[in-house]
């Protein structure tokens, strides 16, 4: 096994902080070795004292096959599997070994046999997400293909329409979808190349990769027609009213900063449960406020006992029990917002009594997704 150099420093500093003590002359540790097509070994990877010499197996080492009463041996294991040995040399006078120091190198051979553990998972897991990486490299090349093929019969098709403006302008939709889907590819590409996490991003990825074009100047509204556009595609396919905004404020006509384009992945995502989980003849839509950004449905109201409860993770409100889904949705999607100084909650009395925007709106369910208007823009 090819340990790497923390593992080899941390190993040989536990060496080091045992050494000298109670007639204690050496420290050795072997990890257990086996190459396909050959026997079982174990290779010594550090010891105390350091010596610079040639670092040999146990059997490649002759001064081992004899015995004595001034060296024991004690197995590093992980339950039944034997991760390796310490080996442990004293001055001690016929072989009498202190309990205490017996005591102490079990000690230290449990956690060398954890340290060992952990260096193995490492590995192993360096490998998964390698072979990982070369997979979504193939999928990601492999999608680049079929993509442009779309958008070259599509181009095809509008020239045979010739004046069917009507199904020009869905074919025209599909064109700009293909390109979204472009764009998540490359995405997907740069997530896939070495990135250095931020300490306050947690465990969860986005809900979708963001848009990584940080040169394009973009606004609110260059972030929400995709997916308006989107939600009254599905609106008509599913015969449900449909409600989108006339008349946009003036901040959301202004360029954004680069981190706030997560807000098209927040709002795409509440218009997706609003669509999986509202009555099939609820309305669904989405409002302009002066601080935010509304999107609602007509259909059964969420009970006021779920209003925080579906925002945990892995919960599942009632609307929800027998339709997929993974419960992590809106657990995200406030995540996010809080991430870029806001937040997102369900409309409630409370929140209507304050405002009288909110308080105008007659809609069942309203989820408020509260910006930090005056740090938007450039």
């Given at each position: 096994?090819?340990?790497?150099?923390?593992?080899?420093?941390?190993?040989?500093?536990?060496?080091?902080?045992?050494?000298?003590?109670?007639?204690?002359?050496?420290?050795?540790?072997?990890?257990?070795?086996?190459?396909?097509?050959?026997?079982?070994?174990?290779?010594?990877?550090a010891?105390?004292?350091?010596?610079?010499?040639?670092l040999?197996?146990?059997?490649?080492?002759?001064?081992?096959?004899?015995?004595?009463?001034?060296?024991?041996?004690?197995?590093?294991?992980?339950?039944?599997?034997?991760?390796?040995?310490?080996?442990?040399?004293?001055?001690?006078?016929?072989?009498?070994?202190?309990?205490?120091?017996?005591?102490?190198?079990?000690?230290?051979?449990?956690?060398?046999?954890?340290?060992?553990?952990?260096?193995?998972?490492?590995?192993?897991?360096?490998?998964?997400?390698n072979?990982?990486?070369?997979?979504?490299?193939?999928?990601?090349?492999?999608?680049?293909?079929?993509?442009?093929a779309?958008?070259?019969?599509?181009?095809?098709?509008?020239?045979?329409?010739?004046?069917d403006?009507?199904?020009?302008?869905?074919?025209?939709?599909?064109?700009?979808?293909?390109?979204?889907?472009?764009?998540?590819?490359?995405?997907?590409?740069?997530?896939?190349?070495?990135?250095?996490?931020?300490?306050?991003?947690?465990?969860?990825?986005?809900?979708?990769?963001?848009?990584?074009?940080?040169?394009?100047?973009?606004?609110?509204?260059?972030?929400?027609?995709?997916?308006?556009?989107?939600?009254?595609?599905?609106?008509k396919?599913?015969?449900?009213?449909?409600?989108?905004?006339?008349?946009w404020?003036?901040?959301?006509?202004?360029?954004?900063?680069?981190?706030?384009?997560?807000?098209?992945?927040?709002?795409?995502?509440?218009?997706?449960?609003?669509?999986?989980?509202?009555?099939?003849?609820?309305?669904?839509?989405?409002?302009?406020?002066?601080?935010?950004?509304?999107?609602?449905?007509?259909?059964?109201?969420?009970?006021?006992?779920?209003?925080?409860?579906?925002?945990?993770?892995?919960?599942?409100?009632?609307?929800?029990?027998?339709?997929?889904?993974?419960?992590?949705?809106?657990?995200?999607?406030?995540?996010?917002?809080?991430?870029?100084?806001?937040?997102?909650?369900?409309?409630?009395?409370?929140?209507?009594?304050?405002?009288?925007?909110?308080?105008?709106?007659?809609?069942?369910?309203?989820?408020?997704?509260?910006?930090?208007?005056?740090?938007?823009?450039?």
């Amino acid at each position: 096994m090819k340990i790497s150099q923390k593992f080899e420093d941390l190993t040989l500093k536990q060496l080091e902080s045992f050494g000298c003590l109670m007639g204690v002359t050496q420290l050795v540790l072997y990890i257990a070795s086996a190459k396909e097509g050959s026997k079982a070994t174990f290779e010594m990877i550090a010891q105390w004292p350091k010596v610079d010499k040639l670092l040999v197996s146990i059997d490649d080492d002759p001064t081992l096959k004899v015995s004595s009463p001034n060296r024991r041996w004690y197995p590093l294991q992980e339950k039944e599997i034997l991760l390796g040995v310490l080996r442990v040399e004293t001055d001690l006078n016929n072989g009498n070994w202190p309990l205490i120091l017996d005591s102490r190198l079990k000690a230290l051979s449990i956690s060398l046999a954890k340290c060992v553990s952990i260096e193995i998972e490492r590995q192993n897991n360096n490998k998964e997400i390698n072979v990982l990486k070369n997979q979504v490299d193939i999928v990601i090349h492999q999608l680049r293909n079929p993509l442009a093929a779309i958008r070259t019969y599509a181009k095809l098709l509008v020239k045979r329409l010739g004046s069917d403006l009507g199904s020009i302008e869905i074919v025209e939709s599909m064109m700009v979808e293909q390109n979204q889907i472009n764009q998540y590819v490359d995405s997907f590409e740069q997530l896939n190349k070495p990135i250095k996490l931020l300490l306050d991003i947690g465990e969860e990825r986005l809900l979708l990769p963001p848009n990584l074009d940080n040169g394009k100047k973009i606004s609110i509204q260059d972030l929400l027609l995709p997916i308006l556009e989107r939600g009254n595609a599905n609106a008509k396919l599913e015969n449900r009213a449909w409600i989108q905004p006339e008349i946009w404020p003036e901040w959301t006509l202004l360029a954004v900063k680069p981190r706030f384009m997560v807000i098209s992945e927040i709002v795409a995502n509440l218009l997706e449960n609003a669509f999986k989980y509202a009555n099939k003849d609820a309305e669904i839509g989405i409002f302009i406020t002066k601080r935010g950004l509304c999107i609602f449905d007509d259909g059964k109201k969420i009970t006021k006992n779920e209003n925080e409860k579906i925002f945990q993770k892995g919960f599942r409100g009632a609307a929800s029990k027998k339709k997929e889904g993974t419960g992590v949705g809106l657990f995200l999607a406030r995540k996010l917002a809080k991430q870029i100084g806001g937040d997102l909650n369900i409309v409630d009395n409370s929140m209507k009594d304050n405002n009288e925007e909110l308080n105008a709106l007659k809609k069942k369910n309203i989820f408020y997704l509260e910006l930090p208007i005056k740090e938007l823009h450039l």
